[in-house]
């Protein structure tokens, strides 16, 4: 005879198994009835799940796969150049060691940044502001993240220089984590439109702090796992607009939708990919 402890267990562990099979079932449903209707698409780090993020080949390959705006990381030389990487350093997508800060652009421009992601890229160089400027604007909106301003002093007179030889319109956005850096963006060009990259722990943000975002920023941008609607609602109110980013996690896109985002940021570039989210067709 079984002792009364020894049922419960079994049964304990049945009723877990039993949850594990319904959650696998959950997640492999296919997300359907997305309608992402007049919503923006970005191309993070460029097509960074096509192509190695941040080159050359991952911003045109963003363009193909019709992405609204490409995404670009933004850090400053030695020698005073503006550097498209993402990370401070040039350690994990090229073949080099080393901050950029401590690099001029020409020891920058010796190493390679595509094998990294794949043998087919190898030779892909390292691009500055001017240049990704110079090749996709007018092909596509541009959103610049200015990375960690505090470590390079002046970077804000810098990207202002550079797109000020550029027409202000809709197309180009200057976004970052540092809001004394955006307001300086915004004090050198009033017209630039400005993205604020919100911190989760900077949410849920105040009313008060809103009108503050919203006085000078076009757009307030959230990771979508740490953002209630009613702080999205909140935004439009004050006439700002949304973007949001997130993992690659196909629901949290059809959270986004239905929190009546302004558009996401995402790795896949244009969403939804096909095999990913059935879209809503009128």
């Known amino acids: 005879m079984i002792r009364g402890w020894k049922r419960r267990r079994i049964a304990f562990i049945a009723f877990l198994g039993a949850c594990l099979i319904l959650l696998v079932g959950y997640i492999s449903q296919p997300v359907k009835d997305v309608d992402v209707e007049g919503m923006i698409s970005v191309a993070h780090r460029g097509a960074a799940s096509y192509a190695p993020e941040n080159t050359h080949a991952a911003f045109q390959k963003g363009i193909e796969l019709g992405a609204d705006f490409i995404e670009a990381d933004v850090h400053l030389s030695k020698d005073g150049e503006l550097i498209i990487m993402h990370d401070e350093t040039v350690d994990r997508t090229t073949n080099g060691s080393g901050q950029i800060r401590n690099m001029t652009l020409e020891e920058l421009k010796t190493l390679e940044a595509g094998s990294h992601f794949h043998p087919d890229y190898y030779g892909e160089p390292i691009i ?79 009313l008060w702090q809103l009108d503050d975002l919203t006085s000078f920023a076009t757009y307030i941008n959230f990771n979508i796992s740490a953002v209630s609607k009613r702080t999205i609602d909140e935004v439009h109110k004050r006439g700002g607009k949304v973007l949001v980013w997130s993992k690659k996690d196909k629901r949290l896109i059809q959270k986004a939708v239905s929190y009546d985002v302004d558009g996401i940021i995402t790795d896949f570039s244009r969403w939804p990919v096909e095999e990913d989210i059935q879209v809503v067709k009128d």
Request: net charge negative; no cysteine; hydrophobic share 45%.
């Open 128 to 206: 500055t502001l001017n240049e990704l400027m110079e090749s996709f604007y007018g092909q596509v909106g541009l959103l610049i993240e200015i990375k960690h301003p505090a470590l390079y002093p002046g970077i804000e007179e810098k990207v202002s220089e550079v797109l000020s030889e550029y027409p202000a319109t809709d197309s180009v956005i200057v976004q970052s984590f540092d809001i004394d850096s955006l307001k300086r963006i915004h004090e050198l060009d009033p017209d630039l439109q400005i993205a604020v990259l919100m911190k989760a722990s900077f949410v849920p943000v105040s």
